[in-house]
């Protein structure tokens, strides 16, 4: 479905090509792409490109319409009606949003899911029982399809519901490109959206771009972890500015990548425990709870809370349960003298249990229901 | 006139017999040395006219040829300094060649006709008792190392003018020194020492008795090199023959000083740097790798994910079948490499792990992928070693290493009455039909491990690890089956190499 008019796609091609200037620009500048919010004319005269000026003025709408069809894309532009409405309250909002999936998704009733590409192993547990929890009660999981966190969510999020991937590069071209098969799996089953024509290349300038494009889509931005300077306290800003609601899961106090979280929890975040807590900040408190899953027979992971401990658990089995929630994890450190075997056996009956989930490296963490 | 002298060529850890026959006739003053005789071979005329002139014997003004037969062989090593000096001497009748009818010759020599130490001094003498050989002489420093094969008298020899006088009956050879069958090691290390690492003691000790390899995970300066090196000293003490073979290797290797055997299973860690010719072994004459190095004992690699990917390759197949095959143009040669792997590994390129960690997501992920190679495949345990609390550090040391090692030899008997019949000698050689067949695996262990394997996707090859290691609990707690708490031990200490990455 193509819905966009020859002056939104020009706009969209212009930017693309001045994609490397804009790249100029923000290396000097840093921060957000203030040039965005600039009209065509005065772009142009910003960039001082001839050749780009005389592309401009030949272009050809039939042109890109074709290649957005060859690549398989959807696009809205912003004459539209269907042109997601909450772009519009952005102040440099983006001429077409072009789209692989289903546009449905971009009502802009979702939560955003973002945070570090380097999470620990607690950041990545977080982000997927928060996504499968959302995915269950239905809500859109919206994220950038970065490594670490976004991807984590993002599979949750399919695993029991929706998502909505933004891109910084083309919405037909893959982002990290090992996510391909992520990117498939989105666009089939949720939909992958970007302000770009198809196959742009990632600049760096795209991403903080993407941020507010997050924020812009969703109902609010839950940061699962980063550091003090992290891309997810961007789109925390936008969210912020937009007044969309700003949430952080925190961590502990000397995790590098619970840093930024932290400092959004400081200046007044709201603070995230459980999915509930996501679901009462979308539809006030106590509106909806965490469903039960349907399918497979399984009840849904309703929240991101330690798993239940049944009351037939022995009580040493409940002692070294909560040396692991102090966060002791590794054999070496539970072991309290020779004991090292029998320290072994109950933490592979606490594992039985579905109580402890041990992560790469032979750390066991708190599983989390 | 002809006289002919025994010796030995070093093939790769093993020895093939070689004659010297040495030709003395008139013509022009020549030496020649034939029979694929290598560089430091065609040498050795320089240097045993010297030591023959030096000496005080005559060297014959007359054509000289000596041949090294069979001539196909390759030889190498200046250890044929000796044999062809005594045959130069006996061709030129300066001494009776009946003397030189059931002995085998070694030994470097220098201009000043002394006998200098060559390696490979215990295979010469055991490929001497195999070609029906009496005697061997050989450098005096190497004596006691010829005498540890039965049914050869080692005749230790410190210059040529006293090799002959030995042969002439004139003076006796220098006596072995008093067999010190046992070498004391220069710095012993024992299990003792640690401190901090109490909980890792019993993963230490599976590891052990089962002979399964480990891996080590954990940040740096936390004591994995420390608790790798103990491992040899809580395996069981080298039988005789195993010491024999461990002596033959390493001194053909130049790793052996002479004296008795090697009483103390072999420690090897190569650096990352290692090329795969030097870890399993290769070269144009093909030498003896790490990993031979460490036959019988524990092959330690430090930081594997720095290792090359394809060093690390090559390790699988010795690992597995237990030797490693070396093809040459010429010749075919296997060593042996029974060795226990032990593997250690930061958590992250930086070293600090999750909290600290200054790692980028795509270094990490490579680090991640380096380590989830087949190589990890082939570990059957995994386990954290985190920073000792400065509480632990002050903390009472472990035990000792006799005491665990009186353990691993009670289960390593379990094991060996288990197996006796078939190709595995310890729990972590097991095949998935052995542990079909011999673990005893209760109804209710096989549950519990059903039910892990569904909650994640344990591979076959992962349940398989767990089963062996679960045998091997067992037998450290003298439990003829395989409980379900045995899995559980198993399954705290397993290795499963996906790093928790879900999509990214």
């Known amino acids: ?369 | 006139m002809l006289a002919r002298v025994h010796s030995f060529a070093i093939d790769g850890v093993e020895t093939r017999r070689v004659t010297v026959e040495a030709d003395v006739r008139l013509g022009l003053p020549a030496f020649n040395v034939v029979g694929l005789a290598d560089k430091s071979v065609r040498e050795a005329r320089e240097r045993v006219r010297g030591a023959i002139q030096n000496t005080g014997f005559e060297f014959p003004q007359k054509r000289i040829t000596v041949n090294l037969a069979p001539a196909y062989l390759r030889k190498e090593g200046p250890h044929f300094d000796l044999p062809l000096a005594i045959a130069v001497l006996a061709a030129s009748g300066q001494i009776a060649s009946e003397a030189l009818e059931d002995c085998a010759f070694i030994g470097e020599l220098s201009m000043y006709g002394l006998v200098s130490p060559v390696r490979g001094s215990l295979a010469v003498a055991e490929g001497a008792r195999r070609a029906g050989l009496r005697r061997l002489m050989l450098p005096a420093s190497r004596a006691a190392e010829g005498a540890l094969v039965e049914g050869i008298e080692a005749l230790g020899v410190e210059s040529l003018a006293h090799a002959v006088a030995v042969l002439r009956d004139e003076a006796p050879p220098i006596a072995s020194a008093p067999v010190a069958e046992r070498e004391a090691v220069d710095d012993p290390v024992d299990l003792a020492d640690v401190r901090g690492h109490d909980g890792l003691i019993g993963v230490i000790e599976i590891a052990a008795a089962g002979g399964h390899n480990l891996f080590m995970h954990g940040p740096p300066g936390t004591g994995k090199t420390m608790l790798a090196r103990r491992l040899p000293t809580l395996l069981p003490p080298l039988t005789r023959e195993e010491a024999v073979e461990v002596t033959r290797i390493h001194s053909i290797a130049g790793l052996h000083t002479g004296g008795g055997l090697i009483a103390e299973r072999p420690f090897r860690a190569p650096h990352h740097l290692v090329s795969p010719s030097a870890l399993v072994g290769g070269g144009a004459t093909p030498k003896p790798g790490e990993i031979t190095l460490a036959h019988r004992g524990v092959l330690f690699l430090d930081e594997l994910s720095e290792f090359n990917r394809n060093t690390l390759e090559a390790l699988r197949q010795p690992l597995e079948d237990g030797r490693v095959v070396v093809v040459r143009a010429q010749r075919v040669l296997t060593f042996p490499t029974r060795a226990m792997l032990v593997a250690a590994s930061n958590p992250c390129p930086c070293g600090l792990g999750d909290p600290g960690c200054r790692c980028s997501a795509a270094e990490r992920s490579r680090h991640e992928r380096r380590l989830s190679g087949p190589l990890l495949d082939r570990i059957d345990l995994t386990v954290h070693v985190p920073r000792p609390s400065a509480a632990a550090l002050r903390g009472q040391g472990s035990p000792s290493s006799a005491a665990i090692r009186e353990r691993v030899v009670a289960a390593r008997a379990r094991q060996t009455a288990r197996l006796a019949g078939t190709q595995a000698t310890c729990n972590a050689h097991m095949t998935p039909a052995m542990l079909r067949e011999l673990a005893a695996v209760t109804a209710s262990a096989r549950r519990a491990l059903f039910e892990r394997h569904d909650a994640e996707g344990l591979t076959a090859r992962g349940h398989h690890r767990v089963l062996r290691v679960a045998r091997t609990v067992a037998d450290l707690d003298g439990s003829a089956r395989v409980g379900s708490e045995h899995i559980h031990t198993a399954l705290a200490v397993r290795s499963d190499m996906s790093p928790t990455a879900v999509a990214a």
């Open chain 1, 1 to 369: 479905m193509i819905d966009a008019c020859g002056n939104c796609l020009r706009r969209t091609e212009l930017i693309a090509w001045l994609a490397g200037r804009i790249e100029q620009e923000w290396r000097l500048r840093r921060g957000r792409p203030q040039l965005l919010a600039l009209g065509d004319a005065a772009l142009l005269a910003w960039a001082g490109l001839p050749d780009v000026g005389r592309q401009y003025a030949a272009f050809a709408p039939a042109f890109a319409a074709d290649r957005l069809t060859a690549a398989g894309l959807g696009a809205v532009c912003r004459c539209s009606e269907r042109y997601p409405a909450g772009l519009r309250e952005l102040p440099d909002p983006p001429a077409v949003i072009h789209f692989a999936g289903d546009a449905g998704l971009l009502a802009g009733d979702g939560a955003a899911l973002v945070g570090a590409r380097n999470p620990t192993a607690y950041g990545r547990e977080v982000a997927a029982a928060l996504a499968r929890g959302l995915g269950a009660a239905g809500v859109t999981v919206v994220s950038g399809m970065a490594m670490g966190v976004d991807s984590v969510a993002h599979a949750a999020a399919l695993e029991a519901g929706r998502t909505v991937a933004v891109l910084a590069t083309g919405a037909d071209r893959p982002y990290p490109a090992r996510s391909h098969q992520l990117h498939r799996r989105i666009a089939e089953r949720g939909c992958v959206v970007s302000e770009l024509p198809p196959g742009h290349a990632p600049r760096r300038w795209a991403f903080p771009a993407r941020n507010r494009l997050i924020a812009a889509l969703s109902a609010g931005t839950v940061v699962v972890e980063g550091g003090e300077k992290s891309g997810s306290l961007i789109t925390a800003d936008f969210a912020a500015e937009l007044g969309r609601f700003v949430a952080a899961v925190p961590g502990p106090i000397t995790s590098r990548m619970s840093a930024g979280p932290h400092l959004l929890l400081k200046a007044g975040a709201e603070l995230v425990r459980s999915v509930e807590d996501v679901l009462d900040l979308l539809h006030g408190v106590g509106a909806v709870h965490a469903p039960m899953v349907i399918g497979a027979g399984e009840p849904p992971p309703p929240a991101a809370r330690p798993a239940h401990v049944a009351a037939d658990v022995p009580a040493h089995l409940r002692t070294l349960l909560r040396r692991v929630e102090g966060g002791a994890g590794s054999l070496a450190e539970l072991a309290t003298g020779a004991d090292g075997l029998t320290v072994a056996r109950d933490l592979g009956e606490l594992e039985q249990r579905g109580l402890v989930t041990r992560v790469f490296g032979g750390r066991y963490i708190r599983s989390l229901a």
